[in-house]
């Protein structure tokens, strides 16, 4: 914890350059612009059981100014030997509040998403990236500092059968709450002259869960460096470590790498 | 009489609208900045956007023969996600008279002097435009509270599309 801490304070710290909030764990309470359209492609990974991986392409789409939606399809092998394609999800979110000065604003957003999955029902963890259906719905803050984009969101998770005969065991939670903090900081470049220029950015998000009417905590810590090519190209690579947590999952201390490409005024 | 209907119909004055400076806040990072350039492009009447990355302002010019609409402006930056905190209007003028309350109408919509001494302007001038979403809405909130302009507050004057400038 308290090398956490230290970390955290380091960041904080950082207080003189620019800011940043396209966390790579998290969504931040701001939206896409109108009529852009994000392709993403994550892969992530760890060892559990020898080495498995996810592949997740991702559509990302701002209907309007307030209103956003993505589209995944989920692929791995965290269930069997062999790749397969294990589910989808649909996710949207609204932002409420604006209030913007120079170099700085608040804002905040609602959200919900479906995830579906044929996978089968393990794990004390509900998983709406691939290991579980169900649904969620939350709310998130973001403040940008001037300096230093924060972020805070809580969301309700409900848990349902999953497909392909893969029913929601009774002993298991169905219920979970999420809870998560992300900091991010812009760290070059220093003075911004054109569109070319790489943008490099640091975070550090915690990402917390609890299942509902039972003894169940996670709490992972992710940081991760990203770089934004051309102003359109954005690469991430992150690294979850399980800061404390007694529940079982599937997918524990992972990486991930990312890359995102961003088209502007699309339709 | 003909002083009535100059004034209803306001005056169309001898000036060009050339370009304008925006600046936008909640800007984060450069694909935000993108994203809000190439949707400001998209407009008909503009002609060239150049951006100030450090200071996030554009200098917008305008087509010669287009109709200019800040409001159109306005709405592209919040499409963008993203709020206009000040917007610069340059105008080219040929020996116009001003005075405060004077206004003039130009592209169908009116502009409406505030806070100015009588003055003779020539040249490229620099009007700052002061109304709802084009200023930091605190700012506009105490403007308006002072103001006796009923057009101030609402934002137009008869059913005309009014802006309010000043130097």
């Known amino acids: 914890m308290k090398r956490i801490f230290f970390l955290l304070s380091l960041l904080l710290a950082g207080l003189n350059t620019a800011a940043q909030e396209l966390y790579v764990a998290t969504e931040p309470a701001s939206n896409m612009p109108k009529n852009g359209l994000a392709i993403r492609m994550t892969q992530e990974g760890g060892f559990q059981n020898g080495y498995q991986s996810r592949t997740i392409p991702e559509l990302m789409y701002g209907v309007n100014k307030n209103l956003m939606v993505h589209a995944s399809a989920y692929l791995s092998n965290f269930f069997q030997n062999s790749y397969k394609l294990e589910g989808w999800s649909t996710y949207a979110k609204y932002r409420f509040l604006s209030i913007d000065s120079t170099n700085r604003h608040f804002r905040g957003a609602v959200y919900a998403k479906y995830s579906a999955s044929n996978n089968p029902i393990d794990f004390q963890e509900i998983n709406l990236e691939g290991n579980n259906s169900g649904w969620q719905t939350g709310v998130v803050f973001t403040q940008l500092l001037h300096k230093l984009a924060l972020s805070g969101s809580i969301n309700y998770n409900k848990a349902l059968d999953n497909r392909g005969a893969n029913l929601f065991p009774s002993s298991l939670a169905a219920e979970s709450i999420g809870y998560t903090f992300s900091a991010g900081l812009l760290t070059y470049p220093k003075v911004y002259r054109d569109y070319t220029q790489t943008n490099v950015n640091v975070y550090l998000e915690f990402l917390g869960k609890k299942n509902l009417g039972r003894n169940e905590n996670l709490m992972d810590v992710a940081p991760a460096v990203q770089f934004i090519i051309n102003s359109n190209l954005r690469i991430d690579v992150s690294q979850r470590f399980q800061l404390w947590g007694n529940m079982t999952r599937n997918g524990k201390n992972m990486y991930l790498i990312r890359m995102e490409y961003n088209l502007y005024n699309v339709f | ?167």
Do not use: W
């Not at chain 2, 005056?11 to 990072?29: D, H, N, P, R, Y």
């Not at chain 2, 350039?37 to 009447?45: G, P, W």
């Not at chain 2, 010669?64 to 709020?83: M, P, R, Y």
């Open chain 2, 1 to 167: 009489m003909a002083v009535a209907i100059v004034m209803l119909l306001g005056i169309t004055a001898k000036a060009q609208f050339v370009k304008a400076e925006v600046q936008v806040s909640g800007l984060t990072c450069s694909m935000c900045q993108l994203a809000t350039e190439k949707a400001i492009k998209t407009l008909d009447f503009v002609a060239e956007v150049k951006p100030d990355l450090n200071k996030n302002v554009y200098l917008v010019s305008f087509k010669k023969d287009k109709s200019v609409q800040l409001d159109l402006i306005k709405k592209k930056v919040k499409d963008a996600g993203f709020s206009v905190s000040k917007l610069v209007a340059i105008f080219n003028f040929d020996q116009q008279k001003i005075s405060n309350d004077f206004h003039f109408t130009y592209a169908g919509n009116k502009y409406h002097f505030m806070d100015v001494s009588e003055k003779t302007l020539d040249g490229p001038i620099r009007l700052t435009v002061l109304d709802k979403d084009f200023i930091p809405a605190g700012d506009f909130k105490k403007r308006a509270a002072k103001t006796s302009f009923e057009c101030y507050r609402s934002g137009v004057m008869g059913k005309t599309r009014t802006y309010h400038v000043t130097l």
